[in-house]
């Protein structure tokens, strides 16, 4: 709802390119970042990554233990933001890949696909996303849960299903 001014659009107009030599973690630094902080704050935000297979999407997403991608270091990053506050820091891992949607956070051999909810005012019951809950309070925050988190996201991103996919549309 904020009206965007002349100079902050052609801020986030510059800020969307970014050339071969620049690092996932300048990129994280720049684009992500703000992002992640402001949800911490209350705002609504979104990060994704757009493109033809093999550009990579899960190289900037995922990243390596050498080199962590945007989720590992948004994960540090919300962790270090919310360890002197009271906090329930919910995690939802989907994929959408040829209209169907997936919950990664299942086990390979139980994942059926998630129903598409236009309404809600739908009669059966329909499978819902599982979440991970952590709880947060002075005593005990620390950056063992967001090693969990970024653990459980890289090995759902390594079942061995998600190879024989054709096209990609992380
Ligand atoms: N900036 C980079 N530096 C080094 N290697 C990279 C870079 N980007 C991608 N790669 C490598 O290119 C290959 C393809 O990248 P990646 O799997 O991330 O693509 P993708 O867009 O997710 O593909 P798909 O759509 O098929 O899932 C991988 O081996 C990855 O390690």
């Known amino acids: 709802k904020t009206k965007m ?3 902050s659009a052609v801020k986030v107009c510059v800020r969307v390119l970014f050339i071969a030599e620049e690092t996932t973690n300048q990129l994280y630094q720049d684009i992500a970042k703000p992002l992640v902080v ?7 935000g979104t990060i994704f990554a757009y493109g033809q297979t093999s550009s990579g999407k899960t190289f900037t997403m995922m990243g390596s233990d050498q080199t962590p991608g945007v989720i590992p270091l948004a994960v540090e990053d ?8 009271e906090f329930l820091l919910r995690v939802s891992y989907m994929e959408i890949y040829n209209e169907t949607v ?10 059926r696909p998630l129903e598409v909810r236009e309404t809600i005012n739908v009669s059966e019951p329909c499978r819902s996303l599982e979440f991970s809950d952590f709880s947060s309070n002075l005593d005990h925050i620390s950056c063992k849960d ?12 390594r079942q061995p299903d998600k ?8």
Do not use: M
């Open 146 to 157: 967001s090693v969990w988190i970024c653990d459980h996201l890289l090995l759902a991103e």
């Open 102 to 111: 997936t919950d990664l956070l299942v086990d390979s051999w139980k994942r």
């Open 38 to 44: 402001s949800t911490v704050e209350g705002y609504n």
């Open 5 to 7: 001014t002349e100079e």
């Open 78 to 85: 919300v962790f270090q933001t919310i360890k002197n506050k």
């Open 163 to 170: 190879s024989s996919h054709p096209v990609a549309t992380t």
